[in-house]
C-alpha cells in the first residue's frame, strides 16, 4: 500500500453529479433536475412546483418530481455515509489515492459498505489476535508460495510467549487472517453477492408439529423460486411465516449443486474465491490447506456474510413494492367518486350492540343520531325500520351508507327493505369501505369535533361523510389505518409513512379545498399548510366569518408570503368576491387574467366557461417572461372548467339478493361487486358476503396484464364470475373473464379444501377483509303499517 495522502481532505462528489445521476436516471434534462432541487432546497412542495412552476423545471410532473425528491434523499444520504467513511479511514492513517478513488467511485450503499468493511471499527477478531500474535507474515507465505510446506513453515512461527502454543495454532491464525482478507475483498463480494442474487432460490418449509396451527401458510409448507422471481407478497408471506415460527426459510446460492456428493464437489462461488487469490489444485504441499481455506471461509463467513445481504435485499424489494401498492391503492381510494353534498345517513352494523345510526346534511352537520337493534339477540326489526324511515322522511336523506363490517350483509338488508317500504324517499344505499373509523372515533380530533357524541356514535358519522366525499372524511384518519395495503404491519414505519403522505398530498391538492368548509385535518394538507397554520385559519374562519378572497388569508396570523405562494391556488373561495378564486388559478397569474380580458374586451363573467370564445385564444399571445406557454394554457383550460373536480362520477354496485355468506356462492353465478384492494397479483372484490373474493391477474382480462391497476382500481364496480369457493379457508376464486369455464372441481367438490387453483394463491393477508361473521336472518316481520304506527311515524 502506498503512503497515505495527507493534506486537504478528498472532496466529496459536488451537487452536480447528483443531478446529473438523477436526471440519467429519469431521462430529462440536467438543469431541469437542478431547478427542481432548488425550488425543493427552498421550502416548495411537490404540488405546488408540478402545478404552478411548470416553465422553472420544464413540465416535470408530480410523479417525476416524487421520484426525484426521493432519489435526492438516497444520494444525498450515500454522500454523507462517503463523507463519514473517508473521516474514519484518514483518521486510522490508512487513506491512500487509489483507495479515496474507489470510495469515490461507489455508486450505491451497498458497494461503500463493501470498500469500508476492512478499515470498519470491529471487535477483537481472531484474525487480529492471530496478526497481533505475528502470524500476518506466515499467512503472506503461504498464500504466495503454495510450494511451501504449511505444517513445516509454521512450526518457524510456534511462540508460547504470544500464544502459539504449536504448528497447529500457528495455521489456524493464518487461515483466520486469510478467511477475513477473502471475506472482506469488496470487488469478490460484489461479484458473489450479484451471482448468488441471479442464481440463489429462497425455499421454505414447515416446522414440525406446525400444520394445523399454521394452516395460512400452506402455500409455503414445501415451496421455493428464484430471488429475482419472488413478487413482493410472497416474500413477505414467508418473513411472516417465519417470524411466527411456523415455515423455517433457507436460502440456497446454487440449487442445482449435491451437497451430499462425496467427494464434496466445489461450489462455482468457491471457485471464484480461489480464482481470485491465485488458489489451485496443482499437487503442491500448500494447495490443499490453502483449498479448505477458501471453503472455510465461503461457508462459515462469506454465505453468511451474503445470506444477510441478500435477506436484507429480498426485504428491501418486497417492501418497496407493497408500499408502492398500498400507495396506488390509498390513491385511488382517496380519489373515489364523492357521492355530494347530500343528506347522508350512516349506520355503523353491528349485533349485540346495535347498528349505530347518524344522519349528517349536506355540508355533513350532523343532524340525528341513534342506535337500532334489529339482528340477534334483540331482533327488533320492524321497530328499528320504522327508525329509520322517520329519521329518512324527518331530514330529507337521500343516500344511506353501510359500514361493510359486521354484520354488514344483515344491516344491507335491512335497509334494502328500507328502501322498499319507502320508495317515496327515493332512497340510495352503498356499502362502503368502515376501515379506520373506529381510529377516527377514538381520536383527539373526533373529540374536538363532535365533542357532545358518544364514541360509539362516530364512527356512523364517519361511514356517512365518507360517502359524502371520501377524500375530506379519510384525511382525519392515519393512512395507514385505512387498510389498502398488503402485509402493511411489516413494513418499514419510516417508508411507508413518507410514502402515503405524498399521496395524501398530492391528491388533497389536485381536488383542491374550499377553505370555508374544509376541517383542520384536510388543511394541513394543502400545500405549505402545517397542522398549526391549519388550525390558525379555522380559528380565523370561526372569529371572522367565510373568507371572501383569497388575499384574505394573508391576515390569518401566521401565514406569511411563503405560506400564501405555496397554498393559495389549492384553496377555493366559492361565491366569493372574485370568481377566480374559485378556480385553481394562482393569484400570481390574475394579471394574465387580466391582459386576457383586455384583448379580448369581455368581462369575466362571460369569459369562464366560454369554451367557443377560450379556443379562440392562442395562449403563445399572452407569454411573458414571468408566465411561459404551459402556465397561460392552463390558465384558459381551467377558466374553460372552472374548479372541475378531477374526480369520476358516483355510482354505486348492487349485491345479488339471497347472496350473503360463502355457502351461497356457486361456481358460474356472475355477480356485481366494488374492488377493495389491488394488489401485485390480483384483485380484490367484495361481492357481499363478508370475504372478499380474488380475481387472479390472469384472470383479469384476456390480454396479458403486467400490472393489476392497468386493468382495475379501488373503488371500481365490476361484474365478476365465480369459479371456485373453498369454505374451509375462506376463499375465492373470481374472474372478469365473463365467458371463461368453470375449473374441474376437486374429489371433495365445491368447499373441499383441496389444492387451490392458480387464481385462489396466495392470500395475502386481508386485515379488513377477513372477519369471522355470524350469519343472521331477521324475524318474520309483522304488519309494517302496525309497527310505523307504533313507532309515531306517518307516511305522507
Not at 471487535?123 to 500474535?133: G, N, Y
Not at 334483540?378 to 329509520?388: G, N, P, T, V
Not at 406569511?560 to 368576491?577: N, T, Y
Request: charged fraction near 30%; hydrophobic fraction near 40%.
Amino acid at each position: 500500500m502506498t503512503a497515505p495522502t495527507q493534506g486537504t481532505p478528498p472532496r466529496v462528489a459536488p451537487a452536480q453529479g447528483i443531478h446529473q445521476r438523477i436526471a440519467e436516471e429519469l431521462g430529462v434534462r440536467e438543469r431541469q433536475v437542478t431547478a427542481a432541487v432548488e425550488l425543493l432546497d427552498g421550502g416548495a412542495t411537490v404540488p405546488f412546483i408540478a402545478r404552478y412552476r411548470k416553465e422553472v423545471t420544464g413540465t416535470l410532473d408530480d410523479a417525476q418530481l416524487r421520484a426525484l425528491e426521493e432519489r435526492l434523499r438516497y444520494l444525498r444520504e450515500l454522500e454523507e455515509r462517503r463523507a463519514a467513511v473517508l473521516d474514519s479511514i484518514r483518521e486510522q492513517g490508512k487513506l491512500d489515492d487509489a483507495l479515496t478513488a474507489q470510495i469515490m467511485a461507489a455508486d450505491s450503499k451497498a458497494r461503500l459498505e463493501d470498500i469500508y468493511l476492512p478499515y470498519k471499527p470491529k471487535r477483537r477478531t481472531k484474525a487480529q489476535i492471530a496478526r497481533e500474535a505475528g502470524l500476518a507474515p506466515l499467512a503472506d507465505l503461504l498464500i504466495g508460495d503454495p510450494g511451501l510446506d504449511p505444517r513445516e513453515t509454521a512450526a518457524g512461527f510456534v511462540d508460547a510467549e504470544k500464544g502459539v502454543a504449536d504448528a497447529t495454532a500457528a495455521l489456524d491464525g493464518a487461515r483466520s487472517i486469510l478467511v477475513e482478507r477473502f471475506a472482506e475483498d469488496a470487488d469478490l463480494i460484489g461479484e458473489l453477492r450479484e451471482r448468488m442474487w441471479n442464481r440463489g432460490v429462497l425455499a421454505s418449509k414447515v416446522r414440525e408439529g406446525k400444520e394445523e396451527d399454521g394452516a395460512k401458510f400452506a402455500d409455503y409448507f414445501d415451496f421455493s423460486e428464484p430471488f429475482g422471481k419472488l413478487p413482493s407478497h410472497r416474500v413477505l408471506a414467508m418473513l411472516r411465516g417465519e417470524k411466527e415460527e411456523v415455515l423455517e426459510l433457507t436460502l440456497d446460492p446454487d440449487p442445482g449443486a449435491d451437497p451430499a456428493a462425496v467427494p464434496p464437489v466445489r461450489s462455482e462461488y468457491e471457485v471464484s474465491i480461489a480464482q481470485r487469490f491465485g488458489v489451485a489444485d496443482q499437487g503442491r504441499p500448500g494447495d490443499k490447506w490453502l483449498s479448505d481455506t477458501v471453503r472455510w471461509a465461503w461457508r462459515t463467513r462469506i454465505l453468511v456474510h451474503l445470506g444477510i445481504d441478500l435477506r436484507s435485499r429480498l426485504r428491501q424489494a418486497a417492501e418497496d413494492e407493497a408500499v408502492r401498492v398500498f400507495a396506488m391503492n390509498l390513491r385511488d381510494l382517496l380519489l373515489a367518486a364523492p357521492a355530494g353534498s347530500r343528506t347522508t345517513m350512516g349506520l355503523d352494523p353491528g349485533f349485540r350492540t346495535g347498528v349505530k345510526v347518524a344522519v349528517v346534511d349536506a355540508t355533513g352537520k350532523v343532524v340525528a343520531t341513534d342506535t337500532i337493534y334489529p339482528h340477534v339477540p334483540q331482533q327488533r326489526w320492524d321497530e328499528s325500520l320504522a327508525k329509520l324511515g322517520r329519521l329518512a322522511a324527518e331530514h330529507g336523506v337521500e343516500l344511506i351508507a353501510i359500514g361493510n363490517g359486521t354484520a354488514s350483509r344483515e344491516t344491507d338488508k335491512l335497509a334494502g327493505e328500507l328502501v322498499r317500504a319507502f320508495a317515496d324517499l327515493k332512497l340510495t344505499k352503498v356499502v362502503v369501505s368502515e376501515a379506520g373509523a373506529s381510529v377516527y372515533s377514538a381520536s383527539a380530533y373526533a373529540s374536538q369535533e363532535l365533542p357532545g357524541l358518544d364514541v360509539s356514535l362516530r364512527g356512523a358519522v364517519s361511514i356517512a361523510r365518507r360517502l359524502q366525499d371520501p377524500l375530506a372524511e379519510l384525511v382525519k384518519i392515519d393512512p395507514k389505518s385505512i387498510g389498502v395495503g398488503q402485509y402493511q404491519h411489516d413494513l418499514s414505519e419510516v417508508k411507508l409513512s413518507r410514502s402515503l403522505d405524498a399521496v395524501v398530498e398530492d391528491c388533497v391538492n389536485g381536488v383542491g379545498v374550499d377553505v370555508n368548509t374544509a376541517s383542520a385535518p384536510l388543511l394541513t394538507r394543502v400545500s405549505g399548510i402545517g397542522a398549526g397554520l391549519a388550525e390558525n385559519i379555522v380559528a380565523h374562519r370561526d372569529a371572522n366569518g367565510p373568507f371572501r378572497t383569497r388575499k384574505g388569508l394573508k391576515d390569518v396570523p401566521r401565514l406569511g408570503a411563503k405560506a400564501f405562494e405555496q397554498c393559495a391556488g389549492f384553496l377555493r373561495i366559492p361565491a366569493g368576491d372574485d370568481p377566480l378564486d374559485s378556480s385553481s388559478v394562482h393569484p400570481e397569474a390574475y394579471p394574465v387574467v387580466r391582459r386576457i380580458l383586455a384583448n379580448t374586451g369581455g368581462d369575466l363573467p362571460s369569459l369562464i366557461g366560454n369554451s367557443r370564445a377560450l379556443r379562440g385564444i392562442r395562449p403563445a399571445d399572452f407569454v411573458d417572461e414571468t408566465f411561459g406557454l404551459p402556465t397561460v394554457t392552463d390558465i384558459l383550460a381551467e377558466l374553460e372548467k372552472p374548479g372541475r373536480d378531477p374526480r369520476p362520477a358516483f355510482k354505486t354496485a348492487t349485491f345479488a339478493d339471497g347472496v350473503e355468506k360463502l355457502a351461497d356462492l356457486k361456481p358460474g353465478m356472475t355477480l356485481e361487486g366494488v374492488v377493495t384492494n389491488v394488489a401485485a397479483f390480483g384483485a380484490f372484490v367484495d361481492i357481499g358476503v363478508h370475504q372478499d373474493g380474488l380475481v387472479h391477474v390472469s384472470a383479469l382480462s384476456k390480454n396479458f396484464v403486467k400490472d393489476p391497476r392497468d386493468v382495475v382500481k379501488s373503488g371500481d364496480v365490476v361484474r365478476v364470475k365465480v369459479l371456485d369457493v373453498d369454505i374451509p379457508r375462506k376463499r375465492i376464486s373470481l374472474t372478469l373473464r365473463l365467458d371463461d369455464e368453470l375449473p374441474t372441481q376437486s374429489p371433495q367438490g365445491q368447499g373441499g379444501g383441496g389444492k387451490p387453483n392458480r387464481a385462489q394463491r396466495p392470500a395475502p393477508n386481508r386485515n379488513n377483509n377477513q372477519r369471522n361473521r355470524a350469519n343472521n336472518t331477521p324475524p318474520p316481520s309483522g304488519s309494517l303499517a302496525d309497527a310505523l304506527r307504533r313507532a309515531g311515524y306517518k307516511n305522507n
